[in-house]
Protein backbone atom coordinates (compact mmCIF):
# COMPACT_ATOMS: atom_id res chain seq x y z
CA UNK A 1 0.00 0.00 0.00
CA UNK A 2 1.19 3.40 -0.79
CA UNK A 3 -0.11 6.89 -0.31
CA UNK A 4 -0.17 8.93 -3.75
CA UNK A 5 -1.14 12.34 -4.41
CA UNK A 6 -2.72 13.60 -7.73
CA UNK A 7 -1.18 16.59 -9.38
CA UNK A 8 -3.68 17.63 -11.50
CA UNK A 9 -6.72 17.20 -9.28
CA UNK A 10 -5.07 17.04 -5.49
CA UNK A 11 -6.62 14.23 -4.12
CA UNK A 12 -4.61 12.03 -2.25
CA UNK A 13 -4.94 8.54 -2.40
CA UNK A 14 -4.06 4.84 -0.75
CA UNK A 15 -3.05 2.60 -3.47
CA UNK A 16 -2.61 -1.12 -3.69
CA UNK A 17 0.16 -2.44 -5.61
CA UNK A 18 2.43 -4.80 -6.34
CA UNK A 19 6.41 -4.32 -5.91
CA UNK A 20 6.87 -4.61 -10.15
CA UNK A 21 3.93 -1.81 -10.30
CA UNK A 22 5.34 0.17 -8.21
CA UNK A 23 8.52 0.30 -9.33
CA UNK A 24 7.27 1.04 -13.13
CA UNK A 25 5.85 4.33 -11.33
CA UNK A 26 2.82 3.70 -13.89
CA UNK A 27 -0.16 5.12 -11.24
CA UNK A 28 -3.24 6.67 -12.56
CA UNK A 29 -5.52 8.57 -10.16
CA UNK A 30 -8.46 6.86 -9.17
CA UNK A 31 -10.59 9.94 -9.29
CA UNK A 32 -9.42 11.59 -12.50
CA UNK A 33 -6.97 8.88 -14.10
CA UNK A 34 -4.24 11.41 -14.30
CA UNK A 35 -1.11 9.84 -14.84
CA UNK A 36 0.61 13.03 -12.91
CA UNK A 37 1.00 10.99 -9.12
CA UNK A 38 3.68 12.10 -6.63
CA UNK A 39 4.48 9.77 -3.63
CA UNK A 40 3.45 10.54 -0.09
CA UNK A 41 5.81 9.10 1.94
CA UNK A 42 4.83 8.86 5.72
CA UNK A 43 6.00 6.93 8.66
CA UNK A 44 4.71 3.98 10.63
CA UNK A 45 5.06 1.57 13.34
CA UNK A 46 5.45 -1.49 13.44
CA UNK A 47 4.48 -4.09 16.54
CA UNK A 48 5.65 -7.31 17.39
CA UNK A 49 4.57 -9.65 20.09
CA UNK A 50 8.19 -10.89 21.16
CA UNK A 51 9.71 -8.77 23.52
CA UNK A 52 13.77 -7.35 23.16
Known amino acids: MYDYKCLDCGKESL ?28 SFIAHTTKKS
Open 15 to 42: VVLTLKQHESNKVTCPKCSSGKMQQLYT
